[in-house]
């Protein structure tokens, strides 16, 4: 299966680096296929032409912040409404203040982050695909 990924970060060195990190994850390289934008709003037309597997998303960016696309895709019609995104922040204050804030499929990355940060979220994504798989083929 071949997993497709969208890195939202405006800093492109912050996207190469979650690209690098998470590709480690998959040991097969021809397991994952990875997409970058700078902005929610870049991010939210993408989630309008592509469907993802799995979302990392800054929450700190110019034009649309992370929580603004967020908000905007849980409400959209577009094929990504309920993918599992990854929040990446230095301010989870400002996130947690906002909980009621469409964060359900979601997982809150504080930076700076590690390797082993980055592996336990996309864990928490693969169990939750691996139940969400059971419970359809049940």
């Known amino acids: ?9 405006d800093d492109e060195d912050i996207r190469e680096l979650l690209e690098s990190i998470a590709g480690a994850y998959f040991k097969d390289q ?4 990875f997409f970058q934008v700078s902005n929610g709003l870049e991010a ?3 989630c ?11 929450i700190k960016m110019p034009q649309m ?4 696309f967020l908000q905007s895709l849980r409400k959209s019609q577009s094929m990504n409404t309920d993918t599992f ?7 989870m204050g400002s996130v947690e203040a906002k909980n009621d804030q469409g ?7 504080e930076k700076p982050f590690s390797a082993n940060s ?8 693969m169990a939750l695909r691996l139940k969400d798989t059971k419970s359809i083929s049940a």
Not at 1 to 9: A, E, N, R, S
Not at 30 to 33: K, V
């Open 118 to 125: 980055i592996g336990m979220a996309m864990n928490i994504w």
């Open 1 to 9: 299966m071949l997993f497709k990924i969208l890195i939202v970060d």
């Open 103 to 109: 964060l359900e499929h979601t997982y809150l990355l």
């Open 85 to 91: 995104v990854i929040l990446v922040s230095g301010f």
């Open 30 to 33: 021809n397991t994952a296929e």
């Open 48 to 58: 309008f032409q592509q469907q993802y597997d799995l979302i990392f998303c800054d």
């Open 65 to 68: 912040d992370g929580l603004s």
């Open 44 to 46: 939210l037309n993408s």
